[in-house]
């Protein structure tokens, strides 16, 4: 009988997870000019968001984003949905509505058998069916590891774009998706996680941040953005830094996967936690001057796949944030912290 292929040992890292650590790319970045910067051009790299946006006409604006990586699961179709689920999600935390889809596919074809492939595409394919999004081109290439991801195109109206640079001093933040999702890969590798920590895993980064698109239709929502590879520390301080102000974040209400911290108690953690620390984490404090627990930080740094959206809004629309969450099937959805006037950085009450 043959052997089940397993995808993550062809990878080095898997899903987010194996992103550049945001040191590195910023020193990257610093290095690359901007080029021409059409007036059109409503959101480009300036403040590191989810997606660029080019305004079309009065209506309309056109959100362009691109996401692929390794695998993160084993299974094939999982796999396949878990990216496209992840690279549309930056259509939403604009503010969009996706409109289609190109497919980017790298594999090592003289490991894989045709079939798993096919598996890949149809996983990545059924997504952006529930999304409402066809898939009208792509391109694939030969490579040592699998790759698969999306080239998502949406639109959204010019007065609807929601930036991670528009934050407002008084704002309170609210997560859609609790943490974890690392670990529980870090615990997969390992053989540790079990199968209902694995339908968890499948099933939060499966879990389309379509309702980005209704957030975005609320004066009160001033921000969002999408909580992936840098973790909840590393796309907080992006705001921070894009609307110049600080953050407080009260570790006890930021909602987490169940399991999770036992896991990251016993020290489970990927590599790219502790890259992402040391790639920010001079710009996080604790109040009082207390430390966290070397658990807390793992998650606090915990790369998402597919994570949930973070929303910046007033007070005064708090209620309709939750309930547009909740009764769009995010019942973890959860006020975390807020924003002030200071020194663009994090505060965590541990």
Known sequence: MDTPIQLTRFSHGGGCGCKIA?????????RTAPGVIPPELMVGIETSDDAAVWRLNDEQALVATTDFFTPIVDDPRDFGRIAATNALSDVYAMGGRPILALAIVGMPLDKLPLDVIGQILEGGASVCREAGVP????????????????????????????????????DVLVL??????????????????????????VHYTTLLNRVGADLAQLDGVHAMTDVTGFGLAGHL???????????????????????????AQEGIAT??????????????????????????????????????????????????????FHGSGFGDAAVVGSLQAGTPGLVVQA
């Open 237 to 263: 301080l992006e705001i921070c830094r894009g609307s110049k102000l600080q953050a407080t974040v009260d570790w006890a209400k930021v909602p987490l996967i169940e399991g999770v911290a036992a896991l």
């Open 135 to 170: 898939i009208a081109g792509g391109h694939s290439i030969d490579v040592l590891e699998p790759i698969y991801g999306l080239v998502a195109l949406g639109l959204v109206h010019p007065k609807r774009v929601r930036r991670n640079a528009d934050a407002r001093a008084g």
């Open 22 to 30: 945001p040191g590195v790319l910023s020193d990257i970045l610093s």
């Open 271 to 324: 590599g790219a936690s502790g890259r992402n620390w040391t790639g920010y984490g001079a710009q996080v404090s604790v109040a009082g001057g207390g430390e966290m627990a070397p658990w807390q930080r793992t998650l606090l740094t915990d790369p998402q796949t597919s994570g949930g959206l973070l929303v910046s809004c007033a007070p005064a629309e708090l209620d309709r944030v939750l309930s547009t």
């Open 176 to 201: 859609g998706k609790p943490l974890g999702v690392g670990v529980l890969s870090a615990a997969l590798k390992k053989g540790k996680l079990d199968a209902a920590g694995y339908a968890q895993m």
